[in-house]
């Protein structure tokens, strides 16, 4: 049960920060409804706790990682001040994504000159379409060298804002193969503070962001390391620890291939269950989680989880959107929901209605 003692948090919205990169199924816009609560959460453990534990924030499917970023933001001054004993701990799969994180804290210049180039070529949508399919190329030659990962970086993040609709998709040899976004300006990340930012979440980051990752890249399916071991137990203290968990959604007609615009081999309803299981490791040995999905899961929630799990969690809704799909027409709308093992006082119960 959440403690009353403490407010249900008012939520700013110019903390949410910006995010650096374009990704399917980011929460940008969910962050308004989603962080109040998870902040709601936070305080709970804080004020539950016996002594001063801190409290470790895991977000295995990271993608953008707004809405850790944005907590961190909120959260990290009172945190920090706390003996230094809270952390944050991103994880996911696309190996890009992860370099792309690691780079973007590093404080230099990021990708300066390409971004100059592309967007002086203003207008000549055939000079930005040859610079695209330059980048692309360098990035395809440079999949597997070593030594190469800051390079490597600055062109996953070129690519992303200048192919179309920020996809990500490689082919079967592992080539990125998205087609040009005809995108007219590139942001400049390397202005208005905007990386200076995401550099001074380092120090919430510190050693453990990497050690995360490395454990969360490691090569394999979920199988591998998505035990409560990996995650929570040999790192830290379950009950002082929040989970939030986003993976690739359930697909409506329940085929086995859900999702494979992050990573080659896809998320399949096996990754699913074997993430249900060890969530329900984790409230068992009490650690705070919530985890987002289309409400396509809810009618299967009792196969998901154990029966004395399933009685101990919340359904909450938190909205409508389009989902992501190269094909304009088979973009549906998707009804979004979170599963808590705590009860929210922030976020609004789903109301099912049977039809
Ligand atoms: C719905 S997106 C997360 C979006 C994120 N919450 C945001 O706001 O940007 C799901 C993420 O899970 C990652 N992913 C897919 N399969 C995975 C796996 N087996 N293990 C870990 N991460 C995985 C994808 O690369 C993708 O970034």
Excluded at 50 to 55: A, K, N, P, Q, Y
Excluded at 168 to 195: E, H, T
Excluded at 210 to 220: I, N, S
């Amino acid at each position: 049960m959440p403690n009353t003692t403490t407010p249900v948090v008012l939520f700013d919205n110019n903390q949410v920060v910006l995010s650096h990169i374009k990704w399917a199924g980011s929460k940008l816009k969910l962050v308004p409804t989603i962080c109040p609560a998870i902040i709601d959460e936070i305080y709970a453990i804080l004020n539950n706790a016996e002594g001063d534990t801190g409290v470790h924030y895991f977000e295995p499917f990271a993608g953008t990682a707004i809405i850790g970023l944005t907590l961190a933001n909120i959260l990290g001054e009172s945190l920090l001040s706390r003996n230094n004993l809270s952390s944050f701990h991103f994880y996911d799969k696309n190996p890009y994504l992860v370099e792309l994180m690691h780079a973007v804290q590093i404080p230099q210049p990021f990708a300066e000159d390409d971004i100059r180039e592309y967007n002086c070529a203003s207008g000549d949508l055939r000079a930005k379409l040859e610079l695209f399919h330059k980048w692309r190329n360098e990035f395809n030659s440079l999949v597997n060298v070593e030594g190469e990962s800051r390079r490597r970086a600055e062109l996953f993040w070129l690519l992303n804002q200048a192919c179309y609709n920020g996809l990500f998709r490689v082919n079967k040899s592992g080539f990125f193969n998205v087609p040009f976004g005809s995108r007219v300006n590139l942001p400049d990340i390397n202005s208005g503070g905007f990386l200076g930012r995401l550099q001074r979440l380092r120090k919430i980051f510190n050693s453990d962001l990497r050690l995360a990752f490395k454990a969360m890249t490691a090569p394999g399916r979920m199988d591998d390391y998505c035990s409560p071991s990996a995650w929570v137990k040999d790192v830290v203290e379950p009950t002082s620890s929040f989970i939030y968990c986003d993976p690739p959604y359930m697909a409506k007609d329940g085929e086995e291939k859900v999702f494979t615009a992050y990573t080659p081999d896809g998320w399949t309803q096996h990754d699913l269950y074997v993430l249900c299981a060890a969530l329900e490791f984790m409230h068992k040995d009490g650690a705070h989680w919530m985890m987002s999905n289309s409400d396509a899961i809810v009618p299967i929630l009792d196969s998901l989880f154990l029966g004395d799990v399933a009685k101990d969690l919340f359904v909450y809704q938190t909205g409508v959107r389009r989902s992501i799909s190269a094909d304009v027409k088979s973009r549906g709308k998707v009804n979004e929901v979170v599963i808590t093992n705590f009860e929210s006082r922030s976020l609004e119960p789903l109301r099912i209605v049977w039809q």
